[in-house]
């Protein structure tokens, strides 16, 4: 097991209690603990546990459940817009105005930042893909927020996306779901086919991210019992597999806790890339803010330096 811990103050290591897992040969993920004086860093190695969504037994209709509800928490705040600056550099170097969703699950932010983007100059057309494709998820949006967006029935493995599908690739809160040989082989395929990619996932923020971590079960639970009667479509299995047997909310408390320790870091994603060596192609890092004090975005932008970075 790798584990080591930075201090602000050399006696706040007597503070830590720290749960790593020591069988994993993943890269190091990096978490912050919140102390009194201060904050430590704890880089250890990531937890690859299951997710239920990655299962390929896992029924069809508590996958699409899920992704629902994971969709509607998605769209509750607007903080993807700080994201723009980072899509508009990346699709500026490769000279497109299209995006290839990879992961798309219940859609993503797309129903606000494709207008967030056209709004900044970027008027981008969206394909919308998955490996366990839900194209019936955009079908509840007003047809006006459909425009330029397009929600693939076929099925779309984010290590070999097809070359007929070109443009900018786009991952949002789905990196996390790959080892890290599969991860790798979805930026080397980007860089090799000279797509423009974007990796982007939230993660809790010091100093509430721990309680918050430990708390998001509960939260995660009673929120399903919320909102539940606010998704679409409103059928009878939904509501029969939330509150009278909750095997759907349940399986989303253990995704969203998992989902969290497999999450890569800046300097994990930087050892990704370190071996992926493409002529004129480059890669970011870094955090994002999602314009909470509870969350921050996770990034990675790839581009080729051979195209002109002139507004597209």
Same mark, same amino acid.
């Given at each position: 097991?790798?584990?080591?811990?930075?201090?602000?103050?050399?006696?706040?290591?007597?503070?830590?209690?720290? &749960?790593?897992?020591?069988?994993?040969?993943?890269?190091?993920?990096?978490?912050?603990?919140?102390? =009194?004086?201060?904050?430590?860093? $704890?880089?250890?190695?990531?937890?690859?546990?299951?997710?239920?969504?990655?299962?390929?037994?896992?029924?069809?209709?508590?996958?699409?459940?899920?992704?629902?509800?994971?969709?509607?928490?998605?769209?509750?705040?607007?903080?993807?817009?700080?994201?723009?600056?980072?899509?508009?550099?990346? /699709?500026?170097?490769?000279?497109?105005?299209?995006?290839?969703?990879?992961?798309?699950?219940?859609?993503?932010?797309?129903?606000?930042?494709?207008?967030?983007?056209?709004?900044?100059?970027?008027?981008?057309?969206?394909?919308?893909?998955? %490996?366990?494709?839900?194209?019936?998820?955009?079908?509840?949006?007003? &047809?006006?927020?459909?425009?330029?967006?397009?929600?693939?029935?076929?099925?779309?493995?984010?290590?070999?996306?097809?070359?007929?599908? %070109?443009?900018?690739?786009?991952?949002?809160?789905?990196?996390?779901?790959?080892?890290?040989?599969?991860?790798?082989? $979805?930026?080397?395929?980007?860089?090799?086919? %000279?797509?423009? $990619?974007?990796?982007?996932?939230?993660?809790?923020?010091?100093? /509430?991210? $721990?309680?918050?971590?430990? /708390?998001?079960?509960?939260?995660?639970?009673?929120?399903?019992?919320?909102?539940?009667?606010?998704?679409?479509? =409103?059928?009878?299995?939904?509501?029969?597999?939330?509150?009278?047997?909750?095997?759907?909310?349940?399986?989303?408390?253990?995704?969203?806790?998992?989902?969290? /320790?497999?999450?890569?870091?800046?300097?994990?994603?930087?050892?990704?890339?370190?071996?992926?060596?493409?002529?004129?192609?480059?890669?970011?890092?870094?955090?994002?803010?999602?314009?909470?004090?509870?969350?921050?975005?996770?990034?990675?932008?790839?581009?080729?330096?051979?195209?002109?970075?002139?507004?597209?």
């Amino acid at each position: 097991m790798s584990l080591k811990c930075f201090c602000s103050h050399s006696w706040d290591w007597i503070a830590a209690i720290v &749960i790593a897992e020591a069988f994993s040969d993943d890269p190091l993920c990096t978490c912050m603990l919140p102390f =009194r004086h201060g904050r430590v860093k $704890i880089l250890m190695k990531r937890i690859h546990l299951f997710e239920f969504t990655d299962l390929s037994w896992y029924p069809q209709i508590f996958r699409q459940m899920q992704t629902d509800y994971l969709q509607f928490a998605a769209t509750m705040g607007a903080g993807h817009k700080n994201l723009v600056p980072f899509l508009q550099k990346a /699709l500026q170097h490769a000279g497109t105005l299209e995006i290839v969703d990879l992961c798309s699950g219940g859609t993503g932010p797309w129903i606000r930042l494709q207008d967030q983007l056209r709004q900044a100059g970027s008027p981008v057309t969206v394909k919308l893909t998955d %490996k366990y494709p839900h194209p019936e998820a955009i079908q509840t949006w007003k &047809i006006e927020d459909r425009l330029g967006i397009e929600y693939l029935a076929e099925p779309v493995d984010a290590m070999q996306v097809p070359e007929h599908l %070109k443009g900018m690739r786009t991952m949002f809160e789905g990196f996390h779901h790959f080892k890290p040989e599969q991860a790798r082989a $979805i930026l080397q395929d980007a860089a090799e086919k %000279k797509a423009a $990619i974007g990796i982007f996932e939230a993660s809790f923020k010091p100093p /509430l991210g $721990i309680l918050l971590l430990v /708390l998001s079960p509960v939260i995660t639970f009673l929120t399903y019992f919320i909102v539940t009667p606010f998704l679409k479509p =409103r059928t009878w299995q939904r509501f029969f597999w939330t509150y009278l047997v909750p095997i759907v909310p349940i399986a989303t408390c253990w995704d969203g806790v998992i989902s969290m /320790l497999r999450g890569y870091s800046p300097q994990a994603l930087d050892k990704l890339t370190s071996v992926i060596y493409v002529k004129d192609y480059t890669w970011e890092a870094g955090f994002a803010s999602t314009g909470t004090p509870l969350f921050e975005f996770t990034y990675l932008i790839g581009f080729p330096m051979c195209e002109a970075a002139s507004n597209p």
